[in-house]
């Protein structure tokens, strides 16, 4: 998974594996075992693609669809809300500027979580 984020990004960036493999101090080889999905990169690799690159590790990991950095301002979020996951924290944010009370936000966070497992 992570090897087609990589792919994609070398690809998009119009990068050869031994130019996106030096920006990172790693040969076209590793590239090539990292694509393939032979080899792993180890987290501070991921994390220095996802800097250079502008994404996100969960992108990267295959984790979020979107794969464009959000960085969202937690003195924004009410407390009761900072634990709830990445991909619903926008959702949530949205929900609190309507005056929707914690508790309801959780809810309707859990009933979609539970639509999506039926799928």
């Known amino acids: 998974m992570i090897g087609d984020k990589i792919k994609q990004l070398r690809q998009e960036n119009k990068l050869t594996q031994y130019e996106f493999g030096a920006l990172f101090g790693l040969y076209d080889s590793t590239i ?3 694509e393939t999905g032979k080899r792993t990169p180890e987290y501070g690799i991921v994390m220095k693609i ?4 502008n994404v996100s590790i969960d992108w ?10 959000i960085v969202i ?11 709830i996951g990445v991909e619903y924290l926008k959702l949530a944010m949205e ?5 929707i009370p914690p508790d309801d936000v959780r ?8 639509l999506r497992n039926k799928e």
């Open 32 to 34: 090539s075992l990292y």
């Open 50 to 53: 996802a800097d250079h690159f």
């Open 60 to 69: 990267l990991l295959g984790r979020v669809e979107n794969k464009e950095l």
């Open 73 to 83: 301002d937690q003195d924004n979020i009410p407390e009761a809300l900072r634990d």
């Open 95 to 99: 929900m609190n500027q309507q005056s």
């Open 107 to 114: 809810k309707i966070i859990e009933a979609i979580k539970a």
